[in-house]
C-alpha cells in the first residue's frame, strides 16, 4: 500500500437550494472557473445540491462573490437557482500532519470525492 | 487489447442528475488507440459494493481484457452524510488478489482519489476517477503505460502522477509516506 499526500489547498463550497437535472459537471466547472480563475471539481450532486472544491482560493473571495456565483448557476444547463439558492458550507481544508493520516487500506477518510 | 469494458458508477449518474459525459470521452480516447477493439459501456452502477462486484465479475466472465470503471475513486461520504459512499476501489480489492494500489491523499488529510490496478483471470481492472480532467489523465497515463508494457506498479504510479498533475502543486508538498505492494 502506497500513500501519497498532494498539496491542495482548496476551498469547499456547498450550495443548497437549486434544482439539478441533467447536469454536465464540466460545464459547472468551466463557468466557476471563468470567475476565478483557479481549478474547480464538482465532487458530490444530488437533486437540491451541490458541493465543489476550489483550489488555490481563500473562503473570503468566494463570500464576496457569492451572488455572482448563483447568477451563473442558472447560466448553467442542467441546472437552476431557486429564491432560496444559498452557499450552505463553505470552509478552507485544514492541513494535517503526513503522519497523523492512519494508514491501511481500510481507512477511508471523511470528506472527499463522490463523484 | 481487442475486448474493453467500460463501468460508470455512481447513484447521481443513475438517476441522470448528472450526465456521464466521461464515457464517451473515454470511449473516442479507447477508439484512438485500439481501433479494431470491441469496447462495451456498460449502464451505469449505483453506488452499491455488491453491484460494482457483480458488474466487474460479469465483465470478467465475458472476458473483457480491459476493464475500466468510473468514479467512487475516493472517500466518499463514509463519515459525511452529504457525499455518497465510494465503493469501485473497495470492490477490485475484495475481488482480487494481484494488484497494485495507490491513494492520493489532499493535505488536510482526506482521501482525494484511491488508484487501483488489477488483475483477474486475463483482465487488467482499473479505477479512474469521476471529474473528467482527472478521469482523461489518468487513463492517458494507463494506456501509455499499458501499451510500453510496464507493470501494474508503474502503471499505477504513472496514472497517480498524472491525476496529482492536474491539481496546483507546490514541491515542497508533495511526499511519500510509505509503499509496499502485495500478490
Request: charged share 30%; net charge neutral.
Amino acid at each position: 500500500m502506497e500513500q501519497v499526500v498532494a498539496y491542495a489547498d482548496k476551498t469547499i463550497v456547498k450550495i443548497e437550494g437549486v434544482e439539478v437535472k441533467g447536469l454536465k459537471p464540466e460545464e459547472l466547472e468551466k463557468k466557476i472557473y471563468s470567475i476565478f480563475k483557479r481549478p474547480v471539481r464538482v465532487v458530490g450532486v444530488t437533486s437540491e445540491s451541490l458541493e465543489m472544491d476550489i483550489y488555490d482560493l481563500p473562503p473570503e473571495r468566494i463570500i464576496k462573490d457569492q451572488q455572482g456565483i448563483i447568477k451563473v448557476l442558472s447560466l448553467v444547463p442542467g441546472l437552476t437557482a431557486t429564491e432560496i439558492s444559498k452557499i450552505s458550507k463553505l470552509e478552507k481544508a485544514k492541513a494535517v500532519d503526513i503522519n497523523d493520516i492512519i494508514p491501511g487500506s481500510k481507512y477511508a477518510c471523511a470528506a472527499e470525492r463522490r463523484i | 487489447m481487442d475486448k474493453i469494458m467500460i463501468i460508470p458508477t455512481g447513484d447521481e449518474i443513475c438517476e441522470g442528475i448528472l450526465i456521464d459525459t466521461n464515457s464517451p470521452k473515454i470511449m473516442g480516447r479507447l477508439i484512438e488507440n485500439y481501433p479494431a477493439a470491441f469496447i462495451t459501456r456498460k449502464n451505469p452502477v449505483r453506488d452499491k459494493k455488491n453491484l460494482i462486484i457483480s458488474a466487474i465479475n460479469q465483465s470478467v466472465e465475458e472476458n473483457y481484457q480491459l476493464i475500466l470503471t468510473i468514479g467512487g475513486s475516493g472517500g466518499g461520504g463514509k463519515s459525511t452524510d452529504s457525499l455518497a459512499d465510494d465503493y469501485s476501489h473497495e470492490s477490485i480489492l475484495k475481488l482480487a488478489s494481484d494488484y497494485e494500489t495507490i491513494s492520493i491523499y489532499g493535505y488536510n488529510g482526506h482521501l482525494w482519489s484511491k488508484i487501483v490496478v488489477a488483475s483477474i483471470d486475463k483482465s487488467l481492472i482499473i479505477t479512474l476517477p469521476g471529474p473528467q480532467i482527472e478521469a482523461l489523465a489518468a487513463l492517458d497515463a494507463a494506456l501509455y503505460s499499458i501499451n510500453k508494457s510496464l507493470t501494474k506498479k508503474e502503471v499505477c504510479k504513472h496514472i497517480v502522477d498524472a491525476v496529482i498533475s492536474k491539481y496546483p502543486q507546490k514541491e515542497e508538498d508533495c511526499e511519500t509516506r510509505s509503499s509496499c505492494s502485495r500478490k
